[in-house]
């Protein structure tokens, strides 16, 4: 080792050279890393979104969505098919294992639904998605008017905007929502069409026919072909009216003589505002791997360009950004670096008492930080929280290698040596050891790849950028930390070593290790109390899943009582957005009523996007709080869940609803919904359940119109044409298309409003017979009116009934315990099984794993310590120290009343390979001083007045660089704060741990 470290020496400037490139290069590959909120991931789930209008529920559960999830069972490695179907929509959700080639797996849902295609209804529309964290809208814009039509606004977003937006590199999607589309109205005279004996039907089929381009054939003509094409197609209103539907006396028959034609709005069962305006919303959705900061900055200066040419009276706003979160949160993680840096160097200072000494372990931080990102860039990583916060969190680490090589050489230097020889030996001394500590360090991290989930997502990213940084740190420390010695500590600069100010501690150390070392049965005893404590505290901890985070934006869905009308709808959320003007932290906002962010709703349902100024004062859970029960109070009968966005766009992505999800199977639906019900009642007393909500609500009422086909067949209608007279009365017939610009506009035949007004209305609505009589409905038809179902859910074949609700108050650990005790007092019908899910379940599933990787680890770390030290007895010493560690974890977690969750295990798991460091340090120079004829406890005395100061120097700075995430520094640093508690709890452990209860093991176990 000797030899390596004077070779780097003598070749000091080229080796810096490289250094230089290495930064430049590192510097210039973070520039063009992909940049978001959480590292880019694709999700093991295929979602099949079908369309299929207005469909009866029970028809598109039996013609469509039960052929559909029949194939896409079959598709290879599918493990979960559930489905919810209602009125003309269906969604399949496809389940797989998280090591599944999903790009493959796409493209066999893709074959096998193209194999059932042809046997479903037509005008069957079907979109199958890959769920990806870029799968929602990065950013929104609202754009609106006092003036302007909604159509025209519609026209302006879809033709002018979007084309301008989704130029930009790295957008995927621009989509608009709300407005209004146009159409031509035939609004047809009853009265009219029994008077010149005409049906509807014959209205439509005459318009079709007569709006085509139809090829005639080809005629040679001086010697060039001209191609004949009959050109009838209409592109006005006029040319609708003078469209000739029949002659009668000899006359033609205009359809201005039978219908009121105009171009008017298509009827929308959707509305969508922004900021107290009605508007049309455009979302932006990025790809994903595509940098979203730089896409977003791209956008804005798009949009503000597009600001300036627009009229004074049209205003386009943006109503979310995702990546303001992201840059606040990089930001806030990178305050945390500087904060925690500028900690460390102070600590530093303070022990070694000397700002030339402490530069070389100053310097060594950034360069470590910098040159990570080569390496992020090499594992295809992006900057995001998560790997941010693994250099922020690294950053304690990592110094530790400088440290010990730094404080060895000032003691080889303060004990007369020259410099340069100083160097040499005190890197070669402490070199091998080093090595296996970090090799320690990053092995415990290497378990970590079979952690799939949500965990996965968050928190492998974050461990293999913590072991990048860590092993780079060993480089440098070998590499560049002697050089920065030599240039900081060389005869020019004159440096003295000053008097240790920590001998009075390493004195009392002393003492106080040959006391115990004479009564090892103390040190004993201690372990057992500290090891019942952290015990019986470890049963009194809060458990949970995800660490909360104020996001600064949340969603607000909601829900008006079942059949309550969009206009009913809108009034009341007019009231609920006149209540938002109260709160001056909100900065903008976009709703949405029949359809949702990602989802198709009915007209009572919908959601809010709310974003928060950014320095406001209340918390957003106070907010949402707040506003929970201001609104339920002022508008009864409105059901408010609010969510902030990511964890609502997480939970969707993993196909999860709620933290309490409850799933009761069976195959009778009567039975299903009974127990349901008394599941739902009797879980109304669980404390800290809020929101407890069935699923499936109960819906709009329906009728059904029951022809008689010998009556309708005596009066001369053919099958199917009462079906389609009556849809022609109600709802309107498109009989055609017409081109306008880039868009093609239906020709909607309809009766008026009042003949469909009301239910009595309906029955008497008179519907034109084949032989020009006008036949009221109730004369073939009746009317029966029934309670509406909203949606019937599947799950491999079987039905589901669910029941939803949030945690408030408590943790997610003991109200699922109270949940279980209800539920298991439940004696359930034949055939009806409930099971858990939600959080819950990820939280069972992610625990498993996490201790199953904490196992590994720890044997990992075992076969790294007998490969270093060949002596079973002394692995074993260094081991249980190490693992008696995670009580101070415990404990840590009690007092600061943080909770069990994945963030926190990780912590508990990184713990194991920073403890152990110390550990090896530490018997590595015991061993050596065995070796020079001294006795056991002497060789550990000496060891220990030794390593004393770096052990207190690495710990307290590790400790430093966890602080400004523990007490939550800026933004997004909330996931981090549990992990970093029950990293410095047991660092704060391990000091007694390393400099105590080793060495007394090690005296006990060793020969």
């Not at 929509?89 to 999903?102: G, P, R, S």
């Amino acid at each position: 080792m000797e030899k390596l470290i004077e070779t780097v020496l003598r070749y000091r400037l080229a080796v810096l050279f490289v250094l230089g490139i290495l930064i430049a290069g590192s510097i210039a590959l973070l520039t063009s890393m992909p940049a978001g909120v959480f590292p880019n991931s694709t999700f093991p789930r295929i979602l099949v979104q079908v369309e299929r209008g207005y469909a009866p529920l029970t028809d598109m559960e039996i013609t469509t969505t039960k052929p559909l999830e029949d194939a896409l069972r079959n598709v290879e490695g599918v493990r979960i098919v559930r489905s919810k179907t209602s009125r003309g929509y269906a969604e399949i959700e496809l389940y797989f294992d998280w090591e599944i080639d999903l790009m493959q797996a796409y493209q066999l849902v893709q074959a096998r639904i193209s194999d059932v295609r042809g046997k479903l209804p037509p005008g069957t529309g079907i979109l199958v998605k890959r769920m990806t964290t870029s799968a929602y809208p990065m950013s929104g814009y609202a754009i609106y008017s006092d003036v302007r039509s909604q159509r025209q606004l519609r026209n302006l977003a879809e033709f002018t905007i979007r084309p301008l937006l989704s130029g930009v590199s790295g957008v995927y999607q621009i989509e608009i929502v709300g407005g209004e589309r146009p159409e031509f109205r035939v609004q047809l005279k009853p009265e009219k069409l029994a008077l010149y004996k005409l049906s509807p039907l014959m209205i439509e089929e005459s318009l079709k026919e007569i709006n085509q381009v139809k090829f005639l054939g080809k005629v040679t003509d001086k010697y060039r072909i001209h191609l004949g094409f009959q050109n009838d197609l209409l592109r006005t209103a006029d040319d609708i009216k003078n469209t000739v539907i029949a002659v009668r006396n000899g006359i033609p028959v205009k359809l201005s003589s039978l219908a009121d034609i105009s171009l008017t709005s298509k009827e929308e069962y959707i509305i969508t505002t922004a900021n107290w305006h009605r508007a049309v919303l455009i979302d932006v959705l990025k790809q994903p791997n595509a940098n979203g900061v730089s896409v977003g900055n791209k956008i804005d200066e798009i949009i503000v360009k597009i600001k300036n040419d627009l009229p004074a009276d049209i205003h386009l706003e943006k109503t979310y950004d995702q990546e303001a979160f992201v840059k606040r949160s990089i930001i806030g993680v990178s305050e945390n670096i500087l904060i925690g840096m500028l900690i460390i160097s102070l600590i530093v200072f303070f022990f070694l008492r000397s700002f030339r000494a402490s530069w070389s372990i100053i310097i060594f931080m950034p360069l470590v930080m910098i040159l990570s990102f080569f390496l992020m860039y090499v594992f295809k990583l992006s900057i995001n929280i998560m790997t941010l916060g693994g250099i922020a969190a690294a950053l304690g680490i990592l110094v530790d290698n400088a440290t010990v090589v730094v404080e060895n050489i000032i003691r080889h230097y303060s004990e007369g040596q020259p410099l340069d020889k100083a160097i040499v030996k005190g890197s070669a001394e402490v070199i091998p050891p080093m090595f296996g500590a970090t090799l320690t360090t990053v092995i415990v991290f290497v378990p970590l790849v079979f952690v799939t989930g949500l965990t996965g997502l968050f928190f492998k990213p974050m461990a293999l950028t913590l072991a990048i940084a860590v092993f780079i740190s060993l480089l440098l420390a070998i590499s560049i930390t002697p050089i920065l010695t030599h240039i900081f500590l060389n005869k020019k600069n004159g440096f003295r070593a000053k008097d240790d100010f920590l001998s009075g501690i390493r004195k009392g150390y002393e003492e106080t290790l040959q006391f115990l070392l004479r009564k090892k049965i103390i040190v004993l005893a201690l372990l057992v109390i500290i090891v019942g404590i952290s015990g019986f505290l470890f049963t009194q901890l809060h458990t949970g899943f995800l660490p909360e985070w104020d996001e600064g934006a949340f969603v607000m869905n909601y829900k008006a009582p079942p059949g309550t009308s969009l206009k009913e709808t809108n009034r009341l959320l007019l009231q609920l957005e006149n209540i938002m003007k109260k709160y001056p932290e909100v900065e903008s906002y976009s709703r949405r009523t029949g359809r949702g962010i990602a989802h198709r709703h009915p007209a009572n349902e919908g959601d809010y996007l709310i974003s928060l100024k950014e320095n406001h004062n209340r918390s957003t859970f106070e907010i949402m709080d707040i506003l929970n029960k201001e609104a339920t109070a002022q508008i009864p009968g409105l059901y408010l869940d609010f969510v902030q966005v990511l964890p609502d766009r997480l939970k969707d992505l993993a196909g999860e609803e709620k933290p309490i999800d409850i799933l009761i199977f069976g195959n009778d639906q009567a039975t299903l919904q009974k127990t349901t019900q008394e599941i739902y009642e009797k879980l109304k007393p669980v404390k800290g359940l809020v929101g407890l909500t069935p699923a499936e609500l109960p819906s709009e009422p329906e009728f059904d119109i029951k022809v008689n086909h010998e009556k309708a067949a005596q009066l001369g209608f053919r099958p199917g044409e009462v079906q389609k007279l009556i849809e022609t009365a109600i709802w309107g017939r498109v009989s055609t298309y017409i081109k306008q610009g880039m868009r093609l506009v239906g020709v909607r035949l309809r009766y008026p409003a009042e003949f469909r007004k009301n239910l009595e209305a309906l029955k008497q609505l008179q519907i034109i017979s084949p032989n020009g009589a006008m036949v009221p409905i109730k004369q073939i038809a009746s009317i029966d009116i029934r309670e509406g179902q909203a949606a019937i859910i599947h799950e491999n074949g079987s039905l589901v009934s669910k029941i939803f609700a949030d945690i408030s108050g408590r943790d997610l650990g003991n109200v699922v315990k109270d949940v279980k005790d209800v539920l298991y007092k439940i004696k359930l019908p034949y055939g009806v099984s409930v099971s858990l899910g939600g959080d819950y379940e990820s939280q069972l599933k992610s625990f498993e794993q996490l201790f199953f990787v904490l196992l590994l680890a720890a044997l990992l770390i075992l076969i790294v310590l007998l490969f270093e030290f060949n002596k079973f007895r002394t692995a074993l010493a260094i081991f249980l120290g190490t693992i008696f560690s995670f009580t101070f974890v415990i404990i840590g977690l009690y007092i600061t009343g943080t909770s069990l969750d994945i963030s926190s295990f990780i912590g508990t798991i990184t713990v194991l390979g920073i403890v152990v460091n110390n550990g090896i340090l530490l018997m590595d120079f015991t061993a050596r001083y065995r070796l020079m004829d001294n006795s056991k406890s002497a060789a550990l005395i000496q060891a220990g007045r030794v390593r004393i100061r770096p052990i207190l120097m690495t710990n307290i700075t590790t400790i430093a660089g966890f602080l400004p995430l523990a007490l939550k520094l800026g933004t997004g640093s909330e996931i981090l704060q549990p992990f970093a508690v029950a990293v410095i709890s047991g660092l704060v452990g391990s000091m007694f741990f390393s400099l105590i209860v080793i060495p007394v093991l090690y005296d006990l176990l060793e020969k």
